[in-house]
DNA sequence: GATCTCGGATGACATTCGTCATGCGGCCGA
DNA sequence: TCGGCCGCATGACGAATGTCATCCGAGATC
């Protein structure tokens, strides 16, 4: 028996893919957690086979819980499930020890078959991801990203730089850097585009 | 036996919430899509009792699928389940005639709760919305949300004048006009609310 | 110890943005 | 037919933004 702890915001969704796998006879959902903060003391607790993430979730994201997970030497494995294919999440997602990697859009058979691999050791990239996976590496530093991160919501300058600590015209260098790396023609756009790479 | 379709563009989700809806007894999945037009097909073919979608999804979005559906005067029931409750959406779901609007993020057992409600013609809207339903009106006229979408993309006065056949100034002004209406510093805020109430 | 590199900071400058007052021609209702 | 809006435009002005050259100090490297 395979005991899995699902980790998923969406109340929804979560019981469905609890549905789902339950439906399984070597699957037992053994917990589900609809936050991130929940869902690793669901796991720590628990420890369960196999961890079943989502990314974007309030409290903790999937790969904060995998960081954490790894620093505690869990013994299980974590599959990330998540809505889009952005190369810079699978990439610190499989940097950050995750076994596999699944798309929301993929058939619904690939769950349970994708979490047996898994729980033998095996990996699970979702096919149509696993080339491009090192395609285009973040090419920006650290300070830009923050930096382009709080531009893109709207904050002005002198505001980002009160929130990081430095000086407005450093934030403004950091920003040129960032539009000219990314070949944008200004903030928004800037932002919009690494986004869109899951650099933020 | 009520007999639903269920249309949402994510695999694994569409499969978790046809799991979901199969194992009660006096409900079946007639058939499921994973794209407006398909799913539209699907709809007239079988005329369901209850259709469940999305409304992000290729190729046609569940707005415009009620939309086709109210003019070929359908007799079954539609429930628009979606992520965010944006206010704009379940405005223009329920003018469109939609029976329900579930949050993705609701409990699961609310689900096949809501397809028995609306199958008895009862409306199904989300409790945490019903009230915020007619709250806040889009301010925004015309010609502001159109510059808003734009500058939200990153294009500058001049490219959404060339875009709209409209002067830079005038642009300005439009913009300026949206700002203080959402009460937001600059462009790229302004947009931000606008899109987190779906006025965009 | 001399030299490099790197994160952070300045200052100056041109451009773009945001704001406001104002002008003009339709169009609608009284 | 006369105001009064409304959509669009102008012009002007200050503030925010984007670009560059340059500088400083703390580690590395040699």
Excluded: C
């Amino acid at each position: 028996m395979i005991r899995v702890v699902i980790a998923e915001d969406q109340g929804l969704v979560l019981g469905a893919l609890a549905a789902l796998l339950d439906m399984e006879d070597d699957i037992e959902v053994a917990a589900t957690a609809t936050d991130g903060q929940d869902a690793l003391e669901r796991i720590l607790e628990i420890e369960p086979d196999v961890v079943l993430t989502d990314i974007e979730m309030p409290g903790m994201t999937g790969l904060e819980i995998l960081q954490v997970l790894k620093e505690k030497k869990f013994a299980g494995r974590v599959i990330i499930v998540t809505t889009f294919g952005r190369s810079g999440y699978l990439r610190r997602a499989l940097e950050g020890g995750a076994a596999g990697y699944l798309l929301k859009d993929a058939p619904a058979d690939e769950l349970a078959e994708a979490v047996r691999r898994v729980h033998q050791g095996l990996r699970a990239v979702a096919p149509e991801l696993a080339a491009q996976a090192w395609g285009d590496p973040d090419p920006l530093t650290d300070r830009e990203r923050q930096v382009l991160k709080l531009a893109g919501e709207g904050l002005s300058n002198s505001k980002i730089a009160g929130e990081l600590h430095l000086s407005e015209g450093t934030v403004r260098n950091y920003l040129s850097e960032a539009i000219g790396k990314l070949g944008a023609a200004n903030r928004t756009e800037a932002a919009r585009l690494a986004r869109k790479q899951g650099w933020l």
